[in-house]
């Protein structure tokens, strides 16, 4: 009698792609973390726009008063109201903005103020060597995904995947944000439960793929601009990681496609967890009876594994969200959808 191996049982069944693992690797801890300073009222902190613009000079004057309201000084970048085709100016005067924030001795942290496409764009214009030398906070999200990951890989100090500075900031996403950057708390993030805002119950729902806890450094962001950069050397090293992912207006085919990639590429198969945070807008294109619905596209990546894994932590494009400290240290509970921070994000 055959004795069918489970893995290859599904690789018969067309499951190649989704089961595929990178050679077994060693779970190696990061080389030390470096932690940047804490904020504190008062701080001056810069505002950049690396990816898309504000084509409103009155939207970035609410960008300015939410930062202020924060007990915060804004300083705006030379080329923060400038525009080039899409982007926010040319990819070399983005990039000087970010050069120039991290030089400066005034600056304590830096926010994004909006995301779109370019950050990767402007990766190759920084100047790695300088920004490693003062480790300072980077703000963001969505696109901001690509500095969050080449900071990983090359600049080794803390940024917060979080609201970008023209969110609307209502006081779960400030609570979130100010424990982590302010206080240099190690909360444990759970989704709200029991509140009467029923688009929070909506998405407050997690979905088990597989149970267990895990622990690992957090890595990830959003899936499109991840998958984006497979590839290149812009990629921190994913082994042992806790990765989390979110995304926005993606068919379930497209995010299919993707986790394929970051499957074939050898990233799923280093992970210790996965986060799958919210997909907003993220339903398949008419009626779903004819396709695979998010869940089970997650399901079918995520399952084989045999990893900790669940979906529906409050992270990604929704208006109350959680700060997560990128490259720190993190449990996850995928029985309870819970991430706990195991390390403060700065000094």
Same mark, same amino acid.
């Given at each position: ?202 998405? @407050? ?59 074939? @590429? ?23 009876? @004819?396709?695979?619905?998010? =869940? ?26 959680? =700060? ?24």
């Amino acid at each position: 009698m055959i004795a069918f191996d489970r893995r290859a049982l599904m690789a018969a069944m067309g499951g190649a792609l989704i089961a595929a693992r990178a050679p077994a690797a060693s779970h190696a801890p990061a080389a030390s973390l470096v932690k940047p300073p804490r904020l504190r009222p008062g701080d001056t902190v810069g505002l950049i726009e690396p990816a898309g613009f504000t084509d409103d000079a009155f939207d970035l004057d609410l960008v300015k008063e939410a930062i202020t309201a924060m007990g915060l000084k804004p300083k705006a970048a030379p080329h923060l109201a400038e525009r080039h085709g899409y982007l926010a100016g040319r990819d070399a005067d983005r990039a000087a903005d970010v050069n120039a924030f991290y030089a400066d001795p005034e600056v304590r942290a830096i926010f994004a103020v909006r995301g779109g496409w370019g950050c990767a764009r402007i990766l190759p214009f920084l100047d790695f060597s300088m920004i490693r030398a003062h480790p300072k906070l980077l703000i963001g999200f969505s696109d901001i995904t690509a500095l969050h990951l080449a900071f990983a890989a090359r600049a080794g100090f803390t940024t917060i995947h979080g609201p970008n500075a023209s969110a609307s900031w209502p006081a779960f996403s400030w609570d979130a944000f100010r424990a982590i950057a302010f206080d240099g708390a190690t909360p444990t993030l759970v989704n709200p439960v029991g509140r009467e805002d029923r688009l929070v119950q909506r998405i @407050g729902r997690i979905r088990t793929f597989r149970s267990g806890k895990a622990s690992g450094r957090l890595l990830g962001g959003n899936l499109t601009v991840l998958a984006a950069l497979m590839g290149t050397p812009w990629l921190p090293d994913f082994t042992g990681a806790i990765l989390f992912l979110e995304d926005t207006n993606e068919a379930p085919y497209r995010i299919d496609r993707m986790l394929t990639q970051l499957a074939l @590429g050898g990233v799923l198969g280093k992970l210790a967890g996965v986060v799958f945070g919210q997909c907003t807008g993220c339903a398949a294109d008419g009626p779903s009876y @004819g396709g695979f619905t998010l =869940s089970e596209v997650l399901q079918q990546h995520f399952e084989p594994l045999d990893i900790p894994a669940f979906q529906g932590a409050q992270f990604g494009h929704v208006a109350s969200q959680f =700060s997560l400290p990128v490259g720190v240290r993190a449990e996850i509970d995928a029985n309870l959808g819970s991430i706990r921070l195991l390390e403060p994000a700065v000094a």
